[in-house]
């Protein structure tokens, strides 16, 4: 498709977002503004470029939701939790093992990476931020370093390679026409460089912050978005502490242990159905609303109806508060995709132009023959595609592009695909992308989405950069 002012529009856009981001200053603003005018400039109607506004907002939120009602229901039910006094009881088996901040990283990290190698991070980000990351407050981890360890080890090091599900291997190798296997396998080699020298940095960076062990840290980060109301029925819980506080402090572990059980029968059962990614979150969302209205009755029959509506009520108004700004930004860059593009203007998909990949399209003629620019265009390339926060919708591109170039530059195209394939998961899958499934993981551990990419941004670019030099040198 030929360019049009609508697509130099979107890349400006895009390149003033980057730079906002990178000056430390919030994008909200400039996403909305150039999402109006994008939506102006390719329609030729003003009143267009407002109704744009209000459209990709919507469209957006759709597809953030299912990860904004699952940090309100997990939300809401470490709160019907600590009405009990189940939270600091629940955490306590945890700390024989995460004795300090330092053990608590790498305690995340692994279980993270083997929970999300199996199932996806999807459902990995509850299940960890519910049990372990007050665990790694209370060891004196910040709860940066926690957001940092599952974001990395999970959305980044375990979904690029897709290693066990293989569905990014499958769509990237498609597309270059090259073996599955000879992708996932290469891929699974450039994840854990890329994972390995991604996570040390990002200790080396915050171990100064890890404080000794205190009970207090983990109060001080329970009273995050707090209001004066929430501390007084805090104090009122701590005063009339329940009898079942122990009863839920070995149901709610064992409900979650339970649910990796069946996840882990459904690989190998061809009777169970499959569980994978959104299903195993919508599996864990389900159980844990179970254990909310569980936790309320056991708590006050007579209250418990209003109790559980209370607590999602604080759940929503949590997930919303901490995660709403993410919305605007996510819309204008799902102007950029194809399909979701056409829901925001109204039209055919056949008719809509994908601003981001015609973008690109038009810049793979400009990549020089040679093995060495051509790996880090690839990635280059990945790395853009990831920027409409999905990691897997530039798979094919990527793939594709690989195969094109691999005669000419004289390099495999299993290796370009591959590095590729990283690119476009390490940033979009959720590392560097606040817009994707990166908000769950901040909600969880109660941080700034932005600080939480902002801290990962070094280590992560660094870690591909040298996984693509080791990956054009091995293959």
Do not use: C
Not at 181 to 194: K, N, P, W
Not at 292 to 302: D, E, H, K, P, Y
């Amino acid at each position: 498709m030929e360019l049009t002012f609508a697509h130099w529009m979107y890349l400006i856009g895009t390149l003033v977002i980057i730079g906002t981001m990178l000056f430390r200053q919030n994008v909200v603003v400039p996403s909305i503004l150039v999402t109006f005018l994008v939506g102006w400039i390719f329609s030729g109607s003003f009143t267009f470029g407002l109704q744009t506004i209000f459209n990709a907002s919507l469209v957006a939120a759709g597809e953030l939701f299912n990860i904004f009602l699952i940090i309100a229901i997990m939300t809401a039910l470490l709160h019907s939790l600590k009405s009990l006094g189940t939270d600091e009881q629940m955490i306590t088996p945890f700390q024989r093992i995460m004795k300090n901040g330092h053990i608590s990283f790498w305690v995340i990290v692994f279980v993270t990476y083997a929970i999300s190698l199996f199932f996806w991070p999807t459902p990995a980000v509850p299940l960890v931020g519910a049990l372990l990351i007050p665990v790694a407050v209370r060891a004196g981890l910040p709860p940066i370093g926690a957001a940092i360890a599952i974001s990395l080890a999970g959305q980044g090091m375990a979904l690029s390679s897709d290693y066990i599900i293989q569905i990014a291997p499958t769509l990237t190798a498609t597309a270059a026409a090259v073996e599955i296997h000879t992708v996932a396998d290469r891929g699974f080699v450039l994840s854990i460089i890329t994972g390995t020298v991604a996570i040390v940095l990002a200790y080396i960076l915050i171990r100064k912050h890890i404080q000794k062990p205190s009970i207090d840290h983990l109060h001080i980060w329970e009273k995050t978005e707090q209001t004066n109301e929430d501390l007084k029925e805090e104090l009122n819980n701590q005063q009339q502490k329940s009898k079942y506080s122990l009863l839920f402090a070995i149901l709610v572990p064992a409900t979650f242990l339970s649910v990796i059980a069946y996840m882990v029968l459904a690989k190998f059962v061809t009777t169970i159905p499959s569980i994978e990614g959104g299903t195993g979150a919508a599996l864990i969302g389900g159980a844990s609303v179970l254990l909310l209205i569980a936790a309320s009755t056991f708590r006050n029959v007579r209250t418990s109806l209003s109790n559980v509506s209370d607590n999602l009520v604080k759940g929503f108004l949590f997930a919303f508060k901490a995660m709403g700004p993410v919305i605007p930004i996510a819309g204008f860059f799902f102007v950029g995709s194809g399909e979701l593009s056409a829901k925001i203007f109204g039209t055919g998909s056949e008719e809509t132009p994908s601003f981001l990949f015609d973008l690109i399209l038009a810049g793979q003629n400009f990549i020089p023959e040679s093995a060495f620019i051509a790996g880090f265009g690839i990635l280059l390339i990945g790395m853009i595609t990831g920027l409409d926060g999905s990691g897997f919708s530039g798979l094919p591109l990527v793939g594709a592009l690989s195969g094109a170039l691999s005669d000419s530059v004289g390099v495999d195209a299993a290796t370009l695909a591959a590095i590729g394939q990283m690119g476009s998961i390490w940033v979009g899958g959720g590392t560097l992308i606040a817009w994707s499934s990166l908000v769950a993981v901040a909600g969880f551990a109660k941080v700034p989405v932005m600080e939480l990419v902002r801290k990962s941004f070094i280590p992560v670019v660094l870690g591909l950069i040298i996984s693509t030099f080791i990956g054009l040198w091995i293959f």
